[in-house]
C-alpha cells in the first residue's frame, strides 16, 4: 500500500476535460478543459478529422480552440444560447461570489470574453433565457442596492441593459415565462412564498406556499412552454417531494409525476452545479423530458415520448447513473456524462438517429478506476429510531478492520452526501482510511420530516447522528475508536469543531475547512441579498439572534463557546475572502487555541473564498490535510511527502 499511493496531484489537478455540452445546432461540443492550470471554456467540433478524441489534454488537442484566457480563476459554469451564437459563463473575484455574466463568440476565439454586467460590487442572482427572445439574457442583479433583487433584460450583443422589474423589497427572486410574464417570488414576515405578477400596474397573488415545505423557495422552478404554468417540486400533503404543474391562473397544483419512495432529486442541484438539475427540459423548446429521483442510486422518469426512447440507450453506455444531459435542437444529438464511485464523469456522444455512440473523454484519463475504492451505501438507525442514510468507503487491498477512520461530514447542512466519485474520499481511502460519510438529519433529499427532525438540533441531535454512526463503524469492526477524525467544510466543519468540543473523548483530531464557529455570527453576516432567503433555514432551524434567548441558546451550540473543552489537534482551513462564513470564525478558534498552548494548525488561503476553486489551492490545501491526519492517525503519506 506504501508503495502504491496515488499523489494528491492526481487527485486534485485539474480534468483534462469536464462538463461537455454539445451546441443546440448540433456541431459542436464545449467544455472545460486547463490553461496555465486554470479551467478554461474551449469548444471542438463534434465529428472532426482526427476521429476519435485523444485524452490527451485540450491544450495539446489540434482539434480544440480556447475561448477564455482567465489564468487567475478556474471557470466553473457556462451555458450556449439557444441559437448556438455565444458561450456565456459566470466568474467571480477569488471567492467573493459577485459573479458577473460574461460572453465569448465561438466564431471569433481570438476575441477578450465581455462582461454583460460589468459593475463593480453587483451580484448575478440568476439567469434565465426564453425562447420568444433569443438575443437577450433575463438576469437577476442587485444594481440598486445590495439588498433588491431587480430584473434586467440584457442585449446578448450589445451587452445593453434594460431593467424589467425592480423590487419593492420583497423580491427574493424573478422569473419571466416564454409569453412574457414577469413573476415574483416574495416573503412574508413569518416565512410565507407569495407568488404574483403585475396585472394592470397593481400585484395580483397567484399562490402563497409554506415556507417549511419550501425551505429555499420554489426549487426546481421551471415555466410550460405554453407560459400558463410552472413545475415546481412541492411536498405539500405528503412526506416526499414530487413534481407538479402550478397553474398561473388559478395557483392549483396539479400531480406531473411522482416516486413512491424516493424524492425529487432538489433542492441539491440548484445549491451545487456540480450536479444535474432533476428536470430534463429540452435546451431549446422548453419541453420537459424527464424528472430523476434519488435513493441509493438514481431513477429517472421519461415525461416525453421521444425521450422515453433516448433514455435507455443513454443509460446502456455506463454503469453509472446519467448526469448531466445535452441534446442539440431535434434531440437527435446527445452528450452525457455519468456519476460513478470509480470512473468520474465519463462523457459520452450518441446519435439517435443513427445508433452510433462514441466515449468522447474521461476527465481523469490517469486514474484507473481498479485501483479506487468503491462507494458503499449503508443504513444506520439512530438511538431515536431514525434511518440514516450513510456511505462506507474502505481501503483498497487492506483487511478492513480496526482502520483509522476519518468521519467526513457534508456541509449546508440542507444537502446530501451520494453514491458518486470524491476525489478527498479516494484520497482518504488511498492513504488508509476507512471513510464514513453520514447523512445526519437536517439532510435533504430523504422526505421532509427527515431534514424538519434537524429544527433547533445544531450540535443536538444532529451530532448524536454522527455518534450513532461511528459507534456503528466500530460495531461493525470497520473502525478503531482511539484512530478517528473528524472532518468537513462550511456546515461539516462546523461539525467537526461541534465533535472535538462536545464529545472530546471520541475524536483523536478535527479539521475544520470553512466551518463556522459562532452561530450568531454565521446569522448576522448573511450578506444582504441573501438576509430575507435565508428565514426558512437559518431563521427556522438555528435562530434569531436579535432575540436575547435565542441567541443564548446559539451561542451555547456554537464551538466558540467550548474552546477550553478541545483536547484533540485541530486543523483549521478557510478562504480569506469567504462571504458565506467570514474568516473571523477561525481566526478567533485559532487565536483561543494557541493562547492556551493546544495544538492548532491555520491555513488560510488569501485567494480563496467559501470552496477552493483554483488547482494549486487545493493541491496545497490536500497536502497540509494529509501530513495533519498521518501525524494524528497514522495513515500513509507518499515517501517525497
Known amino acids: 500500500m506504501m508503495t502504491d499511493l496515488t499523489t494528491v496531484e492526481e487527485f486534485f489537478a485539474p480534468p483534462a476535460r469536464i462538463d461537455a455540452r454539445i451546441s443546440p445546432d448540433g456541431m459542436t461540443v464545449a467544455y472545460l478543459a486547463p490553461w496555465r492550470d486554470r479551467l478554461n471554456v474551449f469548444v471542438r467540433g463534434l465529428h472532426t ?28 459554469t457556462f451555458f450556449w444560447t439557444t441559437d448556438s451564437r455565444y458561450l456565456l459563463y459566470l466568474q467571480d473575484s477569488d471567492g467573493d461570489e ?8 465561438p466564431a471569433r476565439p481570438d476575441d477578450a470574453a465581455v462582461d454583460l454586467t460589468p459593475l463593480p460590487g453587483v451580484r448575478v442572482v440568476g439567469t434565465q433565457f426564453c425562447p420568444d427572445r433569443p438575443a437577450s439574457a433575463f438576469v437577476q442583479l442587485n444594481t440598486r442596492r445590495p439588498d433588491l433583487i431587480d430584473l434586467h433584460e440584457v442585449d446578448l450583443e450589445t451587452g445593453r441593459s434594460i431593467p424589467v422589474a425592480e423590487s419593492d423589497g420583497d423580491a427574493i427572486g424573478w422569473l419571466r415565462t416564454p409569453t412574457g410574464r414577469v413573476l415574483q417570488l416574495g ?10 405578477e403585475e396585472t394592470d400596474g397593481a400585484p395580483r397573488t397567484i399562490s402563497r406556499l409554506c415556507g417549511l415545505d419550501h425551505p429555499f423557495g420554489l426549487v426546481p422552478c421551471v415555466p410550460t412552454p405554453d407560459g400558463s404554468g410552472l413545475w415546481i417540486g412541492s411536498p405539500r400533503g405528503s412526506d416526499r417531494t414530487r413534481l407538479v404543474r402550478l397553474d398561473l391562473d388559478t395557483g392549483e397544483q396539479t400531480g406531473v409525476d411522482s416516486h413512491p419512495v424516493f424524492d425529487l432529486d432538489t433542492p441539491r442541484p440548484e445549491a451545487d452545479p456540480r450536479f444535474p438539475s432533476s ?4 435546451p431549446v423548446t422548453g419541453e420537459l423530458l424527464g424528472a430523476r429521483y434519488l435513493g441509493e442510486r438514481q431513477v429517472i422518469h421519461a415525461l416525453d415520448a421521444h425521450f422515453a426512447a433516448v433514455l435507455p440507450r443513454l443509460t446502456e453506455l455506463s454503469d453509472g447513473d446519467l448526469a448531466h444531459v445535452s441534446c442539440d435542437g431535434q434531440a437527435q444529438r446527445w452528450v452525457v456524462d455519468f456519476t460513478h464511485d470509480r470512473d468520474h464523469r465519463a462523457t459520452w456522444f450518441y446519435d439517435h ?10 476527465p481523469h484519463p490517469h486514474l484507473d478506476p481498479a485501483r479506487l475504492a468503491p462507494v458503499t451505501p449503508v443504513t444506520v438507525r439512530s438511538r431515536d429510531g431514525l434511518d440514516l442514510p450513510c456511505h462506507l468507503t474502505l481501503p483498497v487491498g487492506t483487511d478492513p478492520r480496526n482502520l483509522p477512520t476519518v468521519v467526513l461530514l457534508h456541509g449546508g447542512p440542507w444537502y446530501r452526501d451520494t453514491w458518486g466519485y470524491d ?5 482518504l481511502a488511498n492513504r488508509g482510511y476507512a471513510v464514513l460519510q453520514v447523512n445526519f438529519r437536517g439532510s435533504t433529499g430523504y422526505g421532509k420530516a427527515f431534514t424538519q427532525a434537524a429544527i433547533g438540533e445544531f450540535a443536538g441531535r444532529m451530532h448524536d447522528d454522527v455518534i450513532d454512526a461511528l459507534d456503528w463503524a466500530i ?11 473528524i472532518y468537513g467544510s462550511s456546515y461539516g466543519g462546523y461539525a467537526a469543531l461541534v465533535g472535538a468540543a462536545f464529545t472530546p473523548d471520541r475524536f483523536a483530531a478535527a479539521i475544520s475547512y470553512t466551518g463556522m464557529s459562532d452561530l450568531t455570527d454565521l446569522t448576522r453576516s448573511v450578506v444582504p441579498v441573501a438576509r430575507k432567503a435565508v428565514y426558512n433555514s437559518y431563521g427556522r432551524y438555528i435562530g434569531d439572534p436579535d432575540d436575547p434567548a435565542q441567541e443564548a441558546d446559539m451561542l451555547a451550540r456554537s464551538p466558540i463557546s467550548r474552546i477550553d473543552d478541545i483536547t484533540a489537534p485541530v486543523l483549521l482551513i478557510h478562504g480569506a475572502n469567504d462571504v458565506r462564513v467570514h474568516r473571523s470564525n477561525a481566526d478567533r478558534v485559532a487565536a483561543a487555541l494557541r493562547a492556551r498552548g493546544a495544538e492548532v494548525e491555520y491555513l488560510l488561503n488569501d485567494r480563496e473564498g467559501h470552496w477552493f476553486v483554483n488547482p494549486d489551492s487545493n493541491i496545497e490545501l490536500y497536502r497540509t490535510l494529509e501530513q495533519f491526519l498521518a501525524r494524528h492517525l497514522g495513515g500513509y503519506v507518499p515517501n517525497d511527502g
Open 98 to 105: 459577485n459573479h458577473h455574466l460574461m460572453r465569448v463568440d
Open 423 to 427: 476525489p478527498e474520499v479516494q484520497l
Open 187 to 196: 416573503m412574508t414576515e413569518n416565512g410565507v412564498h407569495v407568488l404574483s
Open 49 to 76: 478529422s482526427s476521429g476519435e478524441w485523444p485524452d490527451a489534454d485540450a491544450a495539446d488537442d489540434p482539434e480544440a480552440r480556447r475561448l477564455t484566457s482567465d489564468d487567475r480563476r478556474s471557470i466553473d
Open 353 to 362: 438517429t443513427t445508433g452510433a455512440a462514441q466515449r468522447l473523454f474521461r
Open 279 to 282: 428536470l430534463i427540459v429540452h
Open 475 to 485: 460495531a461493525q469492526g470497520h473502525t478503531d475508536r482511539d484512530r478517528v477524525a
